[in-house]
C-alpha cells in the first residue's frame, strides 16, 4: 500500500562493503527522498531528488550516493565510507508542490 | 535551512486524557506543517497537516492549531486510548526550502490504562 516500495526489509553488510537499497514508486511523484532514522531520533535527510536526473544533498549525504535514472526510482547505494550505517532507512516521496510525503515501509540496515 | 524543535521528547498519559506536543521552527517562509505517526518499526504514516493560511484543523480527536506569528505549531489528542502510543513527528516545509519536509526528533507517546 502507499505505492512506495522498498527492498529489502532487513539487510546485512560486511564492513568495507557497499550496498545498494531499493526505492521504488508508482505515485507518478516528481520528488523522492531518502531518510536515516536511528533509534529514539528523528528522521535526517540524506539525499533528495525533485526531479530526474537531478538530486541534491540533504544534511547528512557523506558515504551514500544516489542515482535518479528514472521518475519511479531512486536508489540508495552505502558505500564504505558511511562509517556507521546501521540504521532503519526510510524512502518517500512527494509531488513538487507542498505536500506530504508517502513513505515506503523502511529498510533496517545492519553492519556485522 | 529549516530548523525544527520539538517538545517533549517523551510524554505519558492516562487513557482518556489529552497530549500536546509542540513544535518550532525557524523559516517564516515555510507554509506546510504535517504530523506524522510511527509504530515501532513501522513507516511514519500522516495524521494531519496544515497549511499556514489556516490556524486551527480538527479531525475527531486529533487537532493541529499554528501560531505563524510565534513559528509554532501543535498537535492536540484528545480522549487518548492505548493505541494512539506511539512516536509523533512534526514537519515543515516550504517553497524556501525546496519543498522538502524538515522534521522534528519525534515525541515518544504512551498512553497508560
Known amino acids: 500500500d502507499g505505492g512506495i516500495t522498498q527492498s529489502p526489509k532487513y539487510l546485512f553488510r560486511k564492513e568495507g562493503q557497499n550496498v545498494t537499497l531499493s526505492c521504488e514508486q508508482n505515485?507518478?511523484?516528481?520528488?523522492m527522498y531518502w531518510y536515516r532514522q536511528d533509534p529514539g531520533q528523528g528522521l535526517r535527510l540524506i539525499y533528495y531528488?525533485?526531479?530526474?536526473?537531478?538530486?541534491q544533498k540533504g544534511d547528512i549525504a557523506e558515504g551514500y550516493s544516489v542515482s535518479r535514472e528514472k521518475k519511479e526510482s531512486f536508489p540508495l547505494t552505502v558505500t564504505s565510507a558511511q562509517k556507521n550505517p546501521t540504521a532503519f532507512y526510510l524512502c518517500a516521496s512527494s509531488t513538487n508542490l507542498v505536500s506530504e510525503g508517502a513513505f515506503g515501509q523502511g529498510t533496517r540496515l545492519t553492519v556485522v | 535551512g529549516e530548523n525544527v524543535e520539538q517538545h517533549p521528547s517523551t510524554l505519558s498519559v492516562q487513557e482518556g486524557d489529552s497530549a500536546v506536543i509542540k513544535c518550532t521552527y525557524s523559516?517564516?517562509?515555510?507554509?506546510?506543517f504535517p504530523w506524522y505517526k510511527q509504530e515501532l518499526g513501522k513507516r511514519p504514516q500522516l495524521i494531519i497537516d496544515?497549511?499556514?493560511?489556516?490556524g486551527e484543523k480538527k479531525d475527531q480527536r486529533i487537532a493541529v492549531t499554528l501560531n505563524k506569528t510565534a513559528k509554532h505549531f501543535s498537535l492536540h489528542i484528545t480522549e487518548t486510548q492505548p493505541e494512539d502510543s506511539a512516536v509523533y513527528f512534526c514537519a515543515a516545509s516550504g517553497a524556501g526550502g525546496g519543498n522538502k519536509l524538515t522534521f522534528g526528533t519525534g515525541t515518544q507517546l504512551k498512553v497508560e490504562l
Open positions: 505515485l507518478n511523484h516528481d520528488a
Open positions: 523559516d517564516s517562509a515555510s507554509n506546510y
Open positions: 496544515i497549511r499556514s493560511n489556516v
Open positions: 531528488s525533485q526531479i530526474v536526473n537531478d538530486f
